[in-house]
């Protein structure tokens, strides 16, 4: 069964530290994993997208990493802003049959920046 | 523009009511989804149209009805729903169907919070 995992589910720091958040999956066939912030009552909005062959993608100061062997992801947020307080949102695409990459979404990092 | 536009982006409904949501994006993309998310749950996907023509349909009650009248617009016609089917509806859009490529971002719609009495 194809399952993206995030930890933890959720996350209070303080304002202009650093925190990593995590995520796990077992989607086959793999093709791409995304990041996604999603602010309370809003649509996600699309921070970095990875393929197989990458392991490192930089979006300000948010940077993915990605081990393909492992299976593993992390998202790392530097110098953390209050703005940053919101859900992060960890999405792999698994190829179907019919050829369409359907978009496994995990549960989410809920993440708090306290001043 | 690189927006797609969600109207209404709040509803409340009775359960006797027939109402509509809409979504619009004017970037050319040929795919359009529409999710729907429960509170702390990820967005689950209902329905996708590929060149207006309904492609994916997972398995939703015929109490909701999608139409796709262009290829900027697509809407999510309400009737008859539940109180359990209050939640955040998602449009989204992309360039083209098969998301295999790192540059076809799926770009989504800020929502309509829906609420059924």
């Known amino acids: 069964k194809n399952q993206v995992e995030q930890s933890p589910q959720s996350l209070i720091i303080l304002e202009g530290k650093n925190c990593t958040l995590q995520c796990n999956y077992t989607v086959s066939p793999f093709s791409n994993l995304r990041w996604y912030k999603q602010d309370t009552g809003r649509g996600p909005v699309s921070l970095t997208i990875m393929t197989f062959s990458e392991n490192t993608k930089s979006n300000g100061r948010y940077t993915a990493t990605l081990d393909a062997d492992t299976k593993q992801s992390s998202l790392h947020i530097t110098a953390s802003q209050l703005s940053d307080s919101a859900s992060y949102i960890c999405?792999?695409?698994?190829?179907?049959?019919?050829?369409?990459?359907?978009?496994?979404f995990g549960t989410g990092t809920r993440l708090l920046v306290s001043p | 523009d690189t927006e797609v536009t969600q109207t209404p982006k709040h509803l409340v409904m009775g359960m006797t009511n027939k109402k509509s949501l809409k979504c619009e994006q004017h970037?050319?993309?040929?795919?359009m989804y529409w999710y729907k998310q429960k509170a702390k749950k990820p967005p689950e996907l209902m329905f996708v149209?590929?060149?207006?023509?309904?492609?994916i349909n997972e398995s939703v009650p015929s109490r909701f009805s999608p139409e796709c009248p262009n290829s900027s617009l697509l809407n999510l016609h309400l009737h008859a729903l539940q109180p359990e089917d209050s939640a955040l509806y998602l449009c989204?859009?992309?360039?083209?169907?098969?998301?295999?490529?790192?540059?076809?971002?799926?770009?989504f719609g800020s929502g309509t919070q829906l609420s059924v009495l």
């Open positions: 989204a859009s992309s360039q083209v169907l098969i998301l295999g490529q790192p540059n076809e971002k799926l770009f």
């Open positions: 999405v792999v695409s698994a190829s179907e049959n019919t050829g369409f990459q359907k978009l496994v």
């Open positions: 149209y590929s060149y207006e023509k309904l492609s």
């Open positions: 970037m050319g993309h040929r795919a």
